[in-house]
């Protein structure tokens, strides 16, 4: 499969706290993506990590990648309500358009 | 801040009946691609444009899906007849690299129920 595997599939926590969520895959990358989700509405983008890089960050957000272990996760610290929605890792492999996994639905209570 | 145009935002039709739907991808942008998402799942390519030329329809179900773009702006996707599977949210995107696992730019998307 070229696509990712997001877990957990889904996530509650309280407002203020830190969420993590992670994407295994099993083929080579050039680079992997994040793209946040709201309900009914289009993906956004969020954050890029090439393959050569292992941290990246970007305001509350912040993505690991180790290529070894085929793995990736987000962060995203002190959560808000706005944080609410699913979170999508997406494959660059060089062989076609971006493949994107089942994603996690984050859930933020006030 | 340019964006991605979807019409329309919801569709629904009975099966056997014919639908389309339209992109318009941020100025510039040569690549588009088209996603069908099935609720609970993610994105999954359908066709990708590189200016009027399609690059990859691998996944298009070209018994009853097409898709154009002829001027290499906006583009159609159209899908005759309708079954009741195709119910999905129907996603465009574009980027403007030509390189294909660059960020892309997705539209708010359209919701299709099928009757």
């Known amino acids: 499969s070229q696509q990712g595997e997001e877990d957990p599939q889904a996530l509650s926590i309280q407002e203020g706290e830190n969420a993590t969520m992670n994407c295994s895959y099993k083929t080579s990358i050039n680079n992997l993506q994040w793209y946040r989700q709201n309900s009914g509405r289009g993906l956004v983008h969020l954050i890029l990590?090439?393959?050569?890089?292992r941290e990246k960050h970007s305001g509350r957000l912040r993505v690991t990648l180790d290529t070894s272990k085929k793995s990736s996760s987000l962060l995203i610290t002190a959560s808000r309500a706005a944080d609410t929605a699913s979170y999508f890792c997406a494959l660059d492999t060089g062989r076609r358009a971006l493949t994107f996994g089942s994603g996690t639905r984050l859930q933020v209570q006030p | 801040e340019a964006e991605v145009a979807q019409s329309p935002r919801y569709k629904i039709t009975e099966k056997s009946q014919a639908v389309a739907f339209w992109c318009d991808p941020i100025?510039?942008?040569?690549?588009l691609y088209w996603y069908r998402q099935i609720l609970g799942q993610g994105p999954e390519l359908l066709v990708q444009f590189q200016d009027e030329s399609v690059v990859d329809d691998s996944q298009l179900p070209k018994d009853r899906f097409s898709a154009e773009r002829l001027k290499g702006v906006d583009s159609t996707l159209k899908i005759q007849p309708a079954e009741l599977g195709d119910s999905a949210m129907y996603l465009c995107?574009?980027?403007?690299?030509?390189?294909?696992?660059?960020?892309?730019?997705f539209g708010p998307g359209t919701r299709l129920t099928v009757l």
């Open positions: 100025s510039g942008h040569a690549t």
């Open positions: 990590i090439r393959s050569n890089e």
């Open positions: 995107a574009s980027s403007s690299s030509t390189r294909q696992g660059d960020t892309q730019y």
